[in-house]
T-cell receptor, first 114, second 113 residues
Framework: EAQVTQNPRYLITVTGKKLTVTCSQN?????MSWYRQDPGLGLRQIYY???????DKGDVPEGYKVSRKEKRNFPLILESPSPNQTSLYFCASSAAFNSYNEQFFGPGTRLTVL | KNQVEQSPQSLIILEGKNCTLQ??????????LRWYKQDTGRGPVSLTIMTFSENTKSNGRYTATLDADTKQSSLHITASQLSDSASYICVVSMNTGFQKLVFGTGTRLLVSP
């Protein structure tokens, strides 16, 4: 089944404890992206990657890191999480990076930072 | 400023009834507009995509319209079902040569039996 998977789905952690949220897609997509979704706000892009070893900042990159060493994986790293990073996170992928390609979203990771 | 505004914020309708959700945007340069359905606890799933030249597009009981002159779109749901309960997100893609999306905050629809 073609899909985007994320792990973990739920995570409660404490301020300053490094964490990684994994994202993997099995559709051989070139483009991958991370978003966060907060109440009353639309999805906001954190980072995106147009291909392996090519990443760039989105609209809200502060406090996050990403890497794209393989085509299928795009982990999101929070080196020192803070409470304002409590949010619902979505990974997405699309076949290419042009604007007509549909983005397929993962199931989401709900992160709580205490 | 590139923005997408949706109305209403939330809506409750009886099963079997129709409803229409609205989306106004001020995104430029415009490439296309998608409506996504997001079930609780799930990621968004695309329902329709509309480009500048398209007025109407249907996907089963979902019909989207686009007026590029007034920068408005609507999503009409016919004969609603309980499974239509979800958030519906309007997303406008900018014509920048690569994926730059502007998301609305969504309309939360509850279909009541």
């Amino acid at each position: 089944e073609a899909q985007v998977t994320q792990n973990p789905r739920y995570l409660i952690t404490v301020t300053g404890k490094k964490l990684t949220v994994t994202c993997s897609q099995n559709m051989n997509h070139e483009y991958m992206s991370w978003y966060r979704q907060d109440p009353g706000l639309g999805l906001r892009q954190i980072y995106y990657s147009m291909n392996v070893e090519v990443t760039d900042k989105g609209d809200v990159p502060e406090g996050y890191k990403v890497s794209r060493k393989e085509k299928r994986n795009f982990p999101l790293i929070l080196e020192s999480p803070s409470p304002n990073q409590t949010s619902l996170y979505f990974c997405a992928s699309s076949a290419a990076f042009n604007s007509y390609n549909e983005q397929f979203f993962g199931p989401g990771t709900r992160l709580t930072v205490l | 400023k590139n923005q997408v505004e949706q109305s209403p914020q939330s809506l409750i309708i009886l099963e079997g009834k129709n409803c229409t959700l609205q989306c106004n945007y001020t995104v430029s340069p415009f490439s296309n507009l998608r409506w996504y359905k997001q079930d609780t606890g799930r990621g968004p799933v695309s329902l329709t995509i509309m480009t500048f030249s398209e007025n109407t597009k249907s996907n089963g009981r979902y019909t989207a319209t686009l007026d590029a002159d007034t920068k408005q779109s609507s999503l009409h749901i016919t004969a609603s079902q309980l499974s239509d309960s979800a958030s519906y997100i309007c997303v406008v893609s900018m014509n920048t040569g690569f994926q730059k999306l502007v998301f609305g905050t969504g309309t939360r629809l509850l279909v009541s039996p």
